[in-house]
């Protein structure tokens, strides 16, 4: 389950990145010189990343640290074929 504080976080980041993403839509609508819109949509790759990152961090924090510290050895191995997929791009 994500902490309180992360599902804060992530709402507010979602929140600019759905701005940030308007403003794209805007400056193509207006026919912005293309290389300032490739910059903005980096700046919204980047926001990603950062979001990804929390969500990521407090998913190691509280679902994988659980699953290490249990007895469940399926629940681990899970846990482990999960960040593998996520982080090396396999689907799962």
Partial sequence: ???TE??????KRLARIEGQVRGV????EK???C???????QAVKAALSGLEALLLDDHLA???EHALTSGNLDERRAKVEELVAVLGGRKK
């Fill in 35 to 41: 290389i300032d819109v490739v910059r903005q949509v």
């Fill in 31 to 33: 026919d912005t010189y």
């Fill in 62 to 64: 509280s679902c994988v």
């Fill in 1 to 3: 389950m994500m902490k």
């Fill in 25 to 28: 839509a805007r400056m193509i």
């Fill in 6 to 11: 992360t599902r804060e976080a992530a709402t």
